[in-house]
Nanobody, 127 residues
Framework: VQLQASGGGLVQHEGSLRLSCAAS????????MGWFRQAPGKEREFVAA????????YYEDSVQGRFTISRDNARNTLYLQMNSLKPEDTAVYYC?????????????????????WGQGTLVTVSS
């Protein structure tokens, strides 16, 4: 599967953005999907994940209640709605696809579970 992330940009504190990730190749609905981010000088970290059907979602604590992950399997697209953005949300955001069936929810949080990655889209939140 090939992934193309888009929707990043410059936004003010408390503003909103919606990221999209278009998938092509193997059937989109056979992948768990995730969003990760990497701030300058920091390691890549988990943001949110969603199961194959969209029935289960998982969030990193700092974005819970502000970000919403969703997917449209008919359009082969993953989304991340980001509200109440903070300067500390500034990072390059990556979408990723996990082709395996996961038994433990903790696997969704693990960067190593994801075999395919998009190129990243930059989100900058000004204070």
């Amino acid at each position: 599967v090939q992934l193309q992330a888009s929707g990043g940009g410059l936004v003010q504190h408390e503003g909103s953005l919606r990221l999209s990730c278009a998938a092509s190749g193997r059937t989109f609905n056979t992948y768990n999907m995730g969003w990760f981010r990497q701030a300058p000088g920091k390691e890549r970290e988990f943001v949110a994940a969603i199961s194959l059907s969209g029935g289960s979602t998982y969030y990193e604590d700092s974005v819970q209640g502000r970000f919403t992950i969703s997917r449209d399997n008919a359009r082969n697209t993953l989304y991340l709605q980001m509200n109440s953005l903070k300067p500390e949300d500034t990072a390059v955001y990556y979408c990723a696809a996990d082709p395996e069936s996961r038994k433990y929810y903790s696997d969704y949080f693990n960067l190593k579970s994801y075999a395919y990655w998009g190129q990243g889209t930059l989100v900058t939140v000004s204070s």
